[in-house]
Every structure is written in structure tokens, then in C-alpha cells.
């Protein structure tokens, strides 16, 4: 069974300050995407990494695929209330025979950014 | 707005009841996928379709629950003879090819009293 760990489940911050989310796996996956979800709505795709060792960056967030493709770290520079939300880490598993690659969601971290 | 759409946005249904719900895809998707969500967790896989084959159905996926996608475009979910358990986010998401980027409507939520 593929699992994907995130940490830490819960982060509560002020303004202007950085944080880092991780996510943790034994299994290699083909890319790892990460979303965020706001209370009641779907998550929202934020971007996918495919190679390992990738950075991309998206305004003040930085997303890291590690070198092995089982693990990704997301960097959050002087968040801001904006920024409050579910942060979830969804790995694509490498294709079987079936010819699918499944979606593989971590449980997700809950950031509150308070002003 | 050319997202993926869900509805109804809420369902309360009383335990033992049927319900339905539907997807609507992004329509240039040829695969379109179920998640349940719970309180603290994320989206878990339940079934997927390839146009209008069933490619794929997670355990999670009881003999209670059955999915169609007819022609390939909109998919319908429906939990026969509802539990308390089966209360949840019921998500849609859909994708073109092996791209693999998802892109999720914005959910159903189911609650069984």
C-alpha cells in the first residue's frame, strides 16, 4: 500500500513569518502535485513537480520534488491570511500494466495564518 | 466557467435512503474520477472512468455504490440504502490522458441522520 505522510497536521502562524510543509513516502511516484482547499470546496490544483529534484516556484510558495521522487517539501515565504487552508500532497503512482496511474492524497496540512 | 461541476452541493438524507449525484466534467476530459473525503483526511480514491468505461473501483467501493459515466460525459454516483457512515465530501475530478493533473469540482456533501 502506497501511503503519503504529511507534516505537520496542524501549523498556526503570524503574518510574516515562513513555514514548511513536508511530505513523506517510501514509494516513488511519477509526479506529486499539491493542492489547497478551502472549507467546503474542492482542492485546487497549485502545481504539479515531475522530475526529481524539480523546484518550482509560485509567487511567494516554493515546491520541491526530491531527488528520488518520494518526497516534496512546500515553502511558504511571509505567508499571509491568504494563505490559510487545507495544503494537501497527492502523488501519481507509476503506471501499471491497467495502463491507470492513481491519485495517492496525503491527509493534508491545516494552516491558519493569523494577522 | 468551464470547470468541473458538481450537484447538489449539499444532500441531508435520512439512513436507508437512495441518493444520486452528478458530475459534469471539464469537457475536453476523457477521464473522469470519484473521491470520498472525511473530516481530517484527504480525498480517497473510489472509482474511475475512461470515457464511458469503468476502468477501476477502490474496495471503499461497496456493493451499495454504483457509478456511470453513459456517454462519456457526465458521470452519476449513487449510494443505495444510505448509512451514517456513508457521510462525507463526495468529490469529482477530471483529466485529460495520462497528463495527469486533476482538477476537482467543488463537492457534494452527504448527510446521513
Known amino acids: 500500500t502506497q501511503l503519503l505522510e504529511q507534516s505537520p497536521q496542524f501549523l498556526s502562524i503570524q503574518e510574516g513569518e515562513n513555514l514548511t510543509v513536508y511530505c513523506n513516502s517510501s514509494s516513488v511516484f511519477s509526479s506529486l502535485q499539491w493542492y489547497r482547499q478551502e472549507p467546503g470546496e474542492g482542492p485546487v490544483l497549485l502545481v504539479t513537480v515531475v522530475t526529481g529534484g524539480e523546484v518550482k516556484k509560485l509567487k511567494r510558495l516554493t515546491f520541491q520534488f526530491g531527488d528520488a521522487r518520494k518526497d516534496s517539501s512546500l515553502h511558504i515565504t511571509a505567508a499571509q491570511p491568504g494563505d490559510t487552508g487545507l495544503y494537501l500532497c497527492?502523488?501519481?503512482?507509476?503506471?501499471?500494466?491497467?495502463?491507470?496511474?492513481?491519485?495517492?492524497f496525503g491527509a493534508g496540512t491545516r494552516l491558519a495564518v493569523h494577522p | 466557467d468551464t470547470g468541473v461541476s458538481q450537484n447538489p452541493r449539499h444532500k441531508i438524507t435520512k439512513r436507508g435512503q437512495n441518493v444520486t449525484f452528478r458530475c459534469d466534467p471539464i469537457?475536453?476530459?476523457?477521464?473522469l474520477y470519484w473521491y470520498r473525503q472525511t473530516l481530517g483526511q484527504g480525498p480517497e480514491f473510489l472509482t474511475y472512468f475512461q470515457n464511458e468505461a469503468q476502468l477501476e473501483k477502490s474496495r471503499l467501493l461497496s456493493d451499495r455504490f454504483s457509478a456511470e459515466r453513459p456517454k462519456g460525459s457526465f458521470s452519476t454516483l449513487e449510494i443505495q440504502r444510505t448509512e451514517q457512515g456513508d457521510s462525507a465530501m463526495y468529490l469529482c475530478?477530471?483529466?485529460?490522458?495520462?497528463?495527469?493533473?486533476?482538477?476537482f469540482g467543488p463537492g457534494t456533501r452527504l448527510t446521513v441522520t
Open positions: 497527492a502523488g501519481l503512482t507509476l503506471l501499471f500494466s491497467g495502463g491507470y496511474n492513481k491519485l495517492i
Open positions: 469537457s475536453e476530459h476523457n477521464r
Open positions: 475530478a477530471s483529466s485529460f490522458e495520462r497528463i495527469g493533473e486533476q482538477y
